[in-house]
């Protein structure tokens, strides 16, 4: 997951309310029971000394929600009076609203219940040009198109040698046209920065287009022969637009998985030290070290760690962060506060571009490499020797 759409939150200081509600079940259709909630989620934020200003405004949000605008649930993101945040949840929350007032935004949780989210940049092709949508879990929108030759196009059945002609000139517009798809689509994709691409069309157009790709592109690209660029090829609703639906659910979830394995993979060997350094790190005093030092590349989470609890103490920028009180202070913020090491990690990685990813629980002793305590990472560099734990 990248955090950029977090930024609004790190961008201003804390205090801050922080509310999960889960909008999953059918019986919490009534306005009542909404109210209820919202009530009940304000009342915890009082007792934790939230302003009645901030309280109010996560009550008017959360009054709001219901299975109809939300189908799984919201998280609320408020300060000073003002709802900053309140991204959509892939996954309901367990229990009843969880609510918090915490110096730092407590995003932790919001990882693995807005879930990882590959975006799949779709090429809708045909022998004229492309469309293209950028697909993702918090919404998609359409990012561009490019118009090609129009003429000639279409091939005739006969073999009289002036027809021959024209039809290499089909070819040959063809071609063209495909090769520049293929430079648009390269280009919105660096723009995005989109995880994968899907190609729509038939498929001698989406093969053509599919090997005019750059090499790295190419290992990115799937393709389908559900929907197309034609009116009405796949209009919402339709069966064709739900088997398109499938296929892009299907390619980001597939990315997701090989994604998820190559990064264990890497973290159990880059933990390893080789000529005495290491390119993973795990636990809270390495990982401590790491953000400070702007070393973070991927930030591990494995929601079950009992390392996410563990206190840190942070200051008004992100890589302000240290084990000890009087180490923040030597920093230069004269005023830290003791925060969850998640929430403070999150922080600092959002601010660099780092990744931040949700790796599945290891069993009973590590099985899949996951870090022991839940947190790891990959580091941008690598450094002598290992943090104590």
Avoid at 15 to 33: G, I, K, L, M, R
Avoid at 54 to 61: F, G, N, P
Avoid at 182 to 211: I, P
Avoid at 328 to 342: E, I, N
Wanted: charged share 25%; aromatic share 4%.
């Amino acid at each position: 997951m990248r955090l950029g759409f977090l930024n609004p939150l790190f961008e201003r200081p804390g205090p801050w309310a922080t509310v999960y509600v889960d909008t999953s079940h059918p019986d919490q259709s009534s306005a009542e029971e909404h109210e209820r909630h919202a009530r009940e989620a304000c009342r915890r934020l009082e007792q934790q000394g939230a302003d009645a200003r901030t309280c109010r405004a996560v009550y008017d949000e959360l009054a709001t929600v219901t299975p109809a605008t939300e189908p799984v649930g919201r998280a609320v993101f408020a300060s000073r009076g003002e709802v900053v945040l309140d991204p959509s949840l892939t996954a309901p929350p367990q229990g009843a609203p969880h609510a918090c007032w915490s110096a730092l935004p407590h995003v932790g949780p919001l990882v693995e219940l807005a879930g990882d989210d590959p975006s799949c940049l779709v090429a809708y092709i045909d022998r004229t040009g492309a469309d293209f949508e950028l697909r993702r879990a918090r919404g998609d929108r359409a990012v561009g198109r490019v118009t090609g030759q129009q003429w000639p196009v279409h091939r005739t059945a006969t073999a009289d040698w002036s027809e021959r002609h024209f039809q290499l000139r089909t070819e040959n517009t063809w071609e063209h046209n495909a090769g520049l798809i293929a430079d648009e689509l390269r280009a919105h994709q660096e723009e995005t920065q989109a995880d994968l691409v899907l190609l729509v069309g038939d498929a001698r157009e989406r093969r053509a287009v599919h090997d005019r790709l750059p090499e790295q592109l190419r290992g990115r690209a799937a393709e389908t022969a559900h929907g197309g660029r034609a009116a009405g090829s796949a209009s919402p609703g339709t069966h064709a637009a739900r088997l398109l639906d499938r296929d892009v659910d299907e390619v980001r979830a597939r990315h997701l998985h090989d994604h998820t394995g190559e990064v264990l993979e890497r973290f159990r060997a880059g933990r390893v030290p080789t000529e005495g350094r290491v390119t993973a790190a795990e636990g809270v005093p390495a990982l401590v070290d790491a953000a400070r030092e702007h070393r973070i590349g991927t930030l591990l989470i494995r929601p079950d760690g009992t390392d996410l609890y563990r206190d840190v103490w942070a200051g008004a920028e992100p890589d302000q962060v240290a084990m000890r009180r009087t180490d923040l202070q030597y920093l230069g913020d004269a005023r830290p506060a003791a925060v969850r090491a998640d929430d403070a990690l999150i922080r600092s990685a959002a601010a660099t571009g780092a990744e931040v990813l949700t790796v599945p629980p290891g069993g009973a002793e590590d099985t899949n490499g996951a870090p022991v305590g839940g947190l790891g990472a990959l580091l941008r560099w690598p450094y002598e020797g290992g943090a104590p734990q």
